[in-house]
């Protein structure tokens, strides 16, 4: 009767590895950091990855099994060193700080800042009254969502021309 008790854990494991898709070990280099789990970052991810772009995310929690989940991913803090160490962040070529919280975007771009000055980094903006605030930890894209909205409806409702120029200059404001 123990035996039972004893491998049938280890064939469910076994089973289990094998109908499972196989997570393999991604090299990071030349890659592009997503921090954050809502939409907004995990939509970046799946463009970024459309185009042929190696992603890594690094997420608060561990996804559920069946969300969709990134390809490579760490759960951690994108504010803290070690985590940004152990995604590689020296041979990254951004962080995109694009979580829903305005402060934890700029703690991960002053993170990401100490440990590459080189980097690239993008922060969100969800709260347009935080902007000069997530502005002063110099991202060198600045992504400001709801004044775009904002604009958008403003033209929209006035009758003026939409420009894209104009809304480029209100969504990405570059250092």
């Not at 939509?43 to 890594?56: H, I, K, P, S």
């Not at 990401?112 to 969100?124: G, I």
């Not at 021309?161 to 969504?171: F, G, P, Y």
């Amino acid at each position: 009767t123990s035996l039972p008790a004893i491998v049938a854990p280890l064939i469910d494991k076994r089973m289990m590895n094998l109908l499972q898709p196989r997570r393999r070990k991604m090299k990071r280099a030349s890659h592009v950091i997503v921090v954050g789990d809502g939409p907004l970052a995990q939509d970046a991810a799946r463009a970024l990855a459309a185009r042929g772009v190696q992603t890594t995310a690094i997420l608060a929690q561990k996804p559920a099994a069946d969300a969709d989940q990134p390809e490579d991913f760490v759960v951690g803090d994108g504010s803290d060193t070690e985590t940004l160490r152990k995604v590689h962040l020296a041979e990254a070529r951004a962080v995109l700080a694009l979580s829903d919280d305005d402060s934890y975007n700029a703690f991960v771009v002053l993170a990401a800042k100490e440990l590459n000055p080189n980097v690239r980094t993008v922060a969100a903006v969800s709260d347009t009254r935080n902007t000069g605030r997530v502005a002063r930890t110099r991202p060198d894209v600045l992504l400001t969502l709801p004044q775009l909205g904002g604009e958008l409806l403003a033209m929209a409702l006035s009758g003026e021309e939409v420009k894209a120029d104009a809304l480029i200059t209100q969504l990405l404001k570059l250092s």
